[in-house]
């Protein structure tokens, strides 16, 4: 049963274009989240979004923006793609609330940008 | 910021033991420890999480020392399935701020048959 649902697994696009990354989650969670992971470098915050149009930068924001118009989607925007944000970007959310413990972060399955 | 600290990787044989240990020297008191599970091309998945003591589930054992500046997650009996990245994460769940939980580069573990 997959909770947090990614749009595209792989993707390949050019230099300058404007890229679009979808995330669906469907457990009503609170917060959602942008990743990047490259190898040797870990898992990287980009941005996320704690509520509706609220989003917060993370570690590594420049030359991305995100969109939460609905609680279940959150997307990240590429807005003129570069070779440098080629990796792979993982989406997840999560639960929160004063006193509610999670059991953290699902993720989606990722998605495998190329920018050439 | 909890930071931790965690070997880049470790190798093991099929039936063994394995035990991964996390330092977090500077873990908070709202801090839980939580330990995650990454295939390549997937995305993490939760194994396990603890305050103190001992936490035992079906697919792990996490143990905390009573000071809680490391956890040690033990896989017991590894297969070939266990190869994969494990992350040890430490932050406040109840926190709404993500930029207080940071992901290392994880252990690469690795089991030979």
């Known amino acids: 049963d997959v909770k947090v649902t990614q749009s595209s697994r792989y993707l390949v696009k050019r230099t300058g274009e404007k890229v679009f990354l979808e995330c669906v989650q469907d457990m009503d969670h609170e917060n959602m989240f942008w990743y990047r992971q490259d190898p040797g470098l870990g898992l990287r915050l980009i941005y996320f979004s704690y509520d509706v149009k609220m989003k917060e930068k993370g570690d590594i924001p420049e030359g991305y923006s995100v969109s939460r118009e609905k609680k279940e989607r959150f997307s990240l925007i590429l807005e003129s793609a570069s070779t440098n944000q080629t990796s792979m970007y993982l989406c997840?959310?999560?639960?929160?609330?004063?006193?509610?413990?999670?059991?953290?972060?699902?993720f989606g399955s990722g998605t495998r940008l190329t920018v050439v | 910021l909890a930071k931790t600290t965690q070997p880049i990787s470790m190798d093991s044989y099929e039936g063994q033991e394995v035990n991964i240990t996390c330092s977090h020297n500077?873990?908070?008191?709202?801090?839980?420890i939580t330990w995650y599970q990454q295939f390549p091309s997937q995305g993490p998945r939760f194994i396990i999480q603890?305050?103190?003591t001992k936490v035992t589930n079906e697919v792990a054992s996490l143990f905390i020392p009573a000071d809680r500046k490391s956890s040690t997650l033990s896989l017991p009996r590894v297969s070939l399935s266990d190869t994969a990245v494990y992350y040890c994460?430490?932050?406040?769940?109840?926190?709404?701020?993500?930029?207080?939980?940071?992901f290392g580069s994880g252990t690469r573990l690795s089991i030979r048959p």
């Open positions: 500077n873990i908070a008191t709202n801090d839980y």
């Open positions: 997840a959310s999560r639960a929160s609330g004063a006193g509610h413990l999670t059991r953290g972060y699902t």
């Open positions: 994460l430490v932050g406040d769940n109840r926190d709404s701020s993500a930029s207080k939980i940071i």
């Open positions: 603890g305050y103190k």
